[in-house]
């Protein structure tokens, strides 16, 4: 199924050093030139735009499966999915800003 969004996205990729259970969560530091403030306020995305996928499975995880915590110096993540994120899976977290309008049209789109 095709996602539209009119977020876009910054991204990270961390590898997991843990597993991630069903409401656990993990942090990554925001991406390279950006800070809290790009993902707040008036530049805040829309929750249903998160997302997470692996690297190189592209499974895919959006909106309430996945939930995210700006902090002051990394982003909270947590698995709202229903399942445990393996520890060593290459997380590719999609942090949504708004503006301008990003469109990806694959089922697997890698961010």
Do not use: C, E, H
């Amino acid at each position: 199924m095709p996602l539209t969004t009119t977020s876009n996205y910054a991204t990270v990729r961390t590898t997991l050093a843990a597993d991630v259970a069903n409401a656990g969560t993990f942090t990554v530091p925001y991406p390279t030139g950006t800070v809290q403030a790009d993902y707040q306020g008036a530049n805040a995305g829309n929750t249903s735009d998160n997302m997470l996928v692996f690297d190189p499975s592209g499974d895919k995880y959006v909106g309430a499966q996945i939930g995210f915590a700006y902090g002051a110096s990394n982003v909270t993540v947590t698995n709202n999915s229903g399942v445990t994120f393996a520890a060593g899976r290459t997380a590719v977290v999609g942090l949504p800003r708004i503006d301008p309008i990003q469109r990806y049209n694959g089922p697997k789109a890698i961010i």
